[in-house]
Nanobody
């Protein structure tokens, strides 16, 4: 079973950039679709971005479109989330997730479609 470990979170100022990483430990990473979700204090976890096995397909939540980029390096078993022009409302715990099921459309956003989750990394955007 895949284990996922996120890293790269921290405290940044509005307008700054940050890159999150998610390292997968198992053997199925290159055959898996990946997603990033986030949970702000007092709110439900929400979809941020998804990427297909090959990286050809990507999809973003409207709130991050144009500011965040999801990409992956299958040779390193790692998926990334490059975040730019960060805003205070981006403050949350960020989780990566893995699925061997199909993604696309609303399946990207459905937590139950994902088989494994990381422990999360905190991102705080504050001046």
């Amino acid at each position: 079973q895949e284990q996922l470990v996120e890293s790269g979170g921290g405290l940044v100022q509005p307008g700054d950039s940050l890159r999150l990483s998610c390292l997968a430990s198992g053997r199925t990473f290159s055959k898996s679709n990946m997603g990033w979700f986030r949970q702000a204090p007092g709110q439900e976890r929400q979809f941020v971005a998804a990427i297909s096995q090959s990286g050809v397909y990507t999809r973003y939540a409207d709130s991050v479109k144009g500011r965040f980029t999801i990409f992956r390096d299958n040779a390193k078993n790692t998926v990334y989330l490059q975040m730019s022009n960060l805003k205070p409302e981006d403050t949350a715990i960020y989780y990566c997730a893995l699925t061997t099921r199909l993604i696309g459309g609303t399946r990207d956003e459905t937590e139950s479609n994902y088989d494994a989750w990381g422990q999360g990394t905190q991102v705080t955007v504050s001046s």
